[in-house]
Structures are given as C-alpha cells and as structure tokens.
C-alpha cells in the first residue's frame, strides 16, 4: 500500500470519529491502568461491568493494597485469569506505592517493571493517559493490518514496528484507538463488513468483494458510535 492510500485511510477514519477513546472506563491513570490489566483476554464490557463496583471500594494503590488479593478477587471473578490478574493488581499497587508515590509511572520501563505490564499495556497507558504516539497491537489492530496492507507483520511487534513508520504523522497519536474500533466493529474477524466500510476502495484484503453484501450485518453488530467508521454515516472521500 502506497503513502498517500496510507494518509487517505487515517483521514477518512479522522473524519469519521474526530475523537476517538477508549471503551474502558476510567477517571484517573490508576484507574485506566487497572481497566487495562483487566482486559487482557477479556472484552471491555466485561472488564467495565467489573470495574463499575471495584472502583468505588478500591481506586488507589493503597485502597487496592488494603482490599488485598482475596477481596480483590470478589470484584473481578467475572473475567478471566482473575486469580493471576488479582496477584498483579496488588503486586502492582505495592510498587507504585514503594517506586512512585502512589502514582503511575509515564515511562515504558518503569511501566513495563509493573506486574500484568507488557508492552502492550504500557504502550495503550503512555497513548491514552500520557499522549504518546504509541499503538498497542491487539488482537484487532493486527487483523486489520495485515489484511488491509497497512502494516503487515508476522507478529505484532513486526506491526507495531511497521506502523510506527507507517502512519502518517499528524495522526499517530489517534491512530491507535481508530483501529481498534476499526476492527472491532467493522473489520471483525469472521465476517468483515466490507459492504459498509469506508476504506473498501483503499484495502487490499484479497476476499473484500466476497464480504461486500454485510450491510445489514454491520449495521446490526456496531454501536452508533463505531458506525461513524462506516459508509452510511461518512460520505467518501473523492
Ligand atoms: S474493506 Fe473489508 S477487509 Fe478491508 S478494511 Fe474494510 S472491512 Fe476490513
């Protein structure tokens, strides 16, 4: 895919949703730290659900440390791996309390230092707390860029890498929630809704012409607001 199809696509998705954001819910870093732990392997209807009622009894580090990991675990049982992301969350809440006075760290080491803390965690915190340019490759981001011939990769390091070079610089910094909505609602895994989506004439999945007719599906999968990433709602771009 050549640059100006690359700048086409982020302008398009830019008109479409001029602010994108997190689904998580959060009010302070520490929390958007602790949604983001949550999600790992889980959707985030499910880590917010959770995370409605733990914030009210536990949203510091100390009050997560006081409430432990055998309290903790009460609140988040609904999701998975809950007993190895209740080890962390306090774990984590420990060090930031000993290392950060109480506060999340807005570098990637110290961040990555943190239990629960990989590179993708660290790069969606330094992105959606702090402003960074940062994409965390998920599960989605990868999908759509490997199929789109935006950034394809064997692995998602080998994508986020390609992005970083890729994504024309004034939309970096909103690149990364624009593809994951992207993907989640509209490029989804098994039936991408090509027939509703605003970058068909620009990706190159090879079996786009296959999925054009999945307007009705799109239409009844997505929330409003990830429908802004799709042709009803967005006139294209000439
Ligand atoms: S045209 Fe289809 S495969 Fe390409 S980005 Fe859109 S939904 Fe995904």
């Known amino acids: ?32 730290l602790v949604a983001v732990i949550l999600s790992a392997q889980a959707t985030d209807k499910s880590v917010n659900r959770a995370t409605a009622t733990l914030f009210k009894v536990a949203n510091t580090p100390q009050a997560m440390v006081k409430l432990g990991v055998r309290g903790l675990k009460r609140y988040i049982k609904t999701i998975g791996l809950y007993n190895t992301k209740a080890r ?93 909505l992207h993907g989640r609602y509209v490029c989804t895994a098994r039936r991408p809704h090509c027939g509703r989506c605003i970058l068909y004439d620009l990706c190159e999945f090879r079996d786009k012409a296959k999925y054009r007719d999945s307007r009705r599906l799109a239409r009844r999968a997505a929330p409003r607001r990830a429908l802004a990433g799709t042709r009803a709602q967005t006139p294209r771009a000439k």
């Open 88 to 180: 962390n969350l306090v774990k984590t809440a420990r060090l930031l309390i000993a290392r950060h006075g109480g506060k999340v760290p807005r570098t990637r080491e110290a961040l990555e230092q943190l239990p629960g803390v990989g590179r993708k965690t660290a790069n969606v915190i330094l992105n959606t707390a702090f402003g960074h340019p940062t994409i965390a490759v998920d599960t989605h981001i990868f999908r759509l860029a490997n199929r789109t011939g935006l950034a394809p990769g064997k692995t998602p390091r080998q994508v986020e890498e390609q992005l970083a070079r890729r994504v024309p610089e004034p939309y970096r910094k909103d690149a990364h929630h624009w593809l994951i």
């Open 1 to 32: 895919m050549n640059a100006a199809a690359r700048r086409e696509i982020f302008a398009r998705l830019a008109r479409a949703n001029p602010t994108p954001a997190t689904e998580l819910k959060y009010r302070t870093v520490f929390e958007l």
